[in-house]
């Protein structure tokens, strides 16, 4: 057990919907980050926010968004879903900025869109 | 820009067997370079990391890896294989040069499958 939380487990929905994928870090983290696992794509680096802030983005679509609460919780919206979407979505922590400090990973969400 | 490459998709060895899992990495500045395993319905787990600091680098579960520059490899090892490690195996590299971010670049990762 990692120590960081992901809900919901599995989600299933149709296209053109919205959802939201919630994430807990491990206690004291600051840093949290987005990762999507998919067989075409491979692991892609979503986004990363410390302390409440952007810290980083990458291949992350225009139809997702995310956000980090002052409680350190972050959650990650998609809309407008396409069957391209579904994968699986992986939440890491890490108590620091940088990448020299171990990330540790939730056991994802696993989304299908129908 | 930094990439990683991992070849073969899919590597079989028996029980007690050398395990060699290969990456290979393009960076433009000395990066920092990392292996995770992932099981059956799980997240990813931290073996390794190189930060460079000794070049051979020691992990969990009995796992090592060898960073390489002239070669830009960090190939993973373990001397004996055992039936827990068939998993999902993925490299990554990261670097100082990235902005001061977390941000990982994996591989697309290579399956080891252990026969008895």
């Known amino acids: 057990d990692s120590g960081v939380t992901q809900t919901p487990k599995h989600l299933i929905t149709a296209t053109g919907q919205r959802v939201t994928l919630r994430c807990s870090p491990r206690?004291?983290?600051?840093?949290v980050y987005w990762y999507q696992q998919s067989l075409d794509q491979g692991l892609q680096f979503l986004i990363q926010y410390y302390n409440g802030e952007e810290r980083a983005k990458g291949n992350i679509l225009e139809r997702f968004s995310a956000q980090q609460f002052p409680d350190l919780h972050s959650e990650l919206n998609l809309s407008s879903l396409e069957l391209g979407d579904s994968a699986l979505y992986f939440c890491?922590?890490?108590?620091?900025?940088?990448?020299?400090?171990?990330?540790?990973f939730g056991p994802g969400t696993r989304l299908t869109v129908l | 820009a930094q990439s990683v490459t991992q070849l073969g998709s899919h590597v079989s060895v028996s029980e007690g067997a050398l395990v060699l899992l290969r990456c290979n990495y393009s960076?433009?500045?000395?990066?920092?370079l990392f292996w995770y395993v992932q099981y059956p319905n799980q997240g990813l787990q931290l073996l390794l990391k190189?930060?460079?600091?000794?070049?051979l680098v020691k992990g969990i579960n009995g796992f090592e890896a060898e960073f390489k520059k002239s070669e830009t490899s960090f190939h993973l090892t373990k001397p004996s294989a055992h039936m827990s490690d068939a998993a999902e195996y993925f490299c990554?590299?990261?670097?100082?040069?990235?902005?001061?971010?977390?941000?990982?670049?994996f591989g697309q990762g290579t399956t080891l499958q252990v026969k008895p």
């Open positions: 190189y930060t460079s600091a000794a070049t």
């Open positions: 206690s004291g983290d600051l840093s």
């Open positions: 960076s433009s500045v000395p990066p920092y």
């Open positions: 990554a590299v990261s670097g100082p040069g990235s902005s001061n971010t977390g941000k990982l670049i």
């Open positions: 890491a922590s890490s108590d620091g900025i940088t990448s020299y400090n171990e990330q540790f």
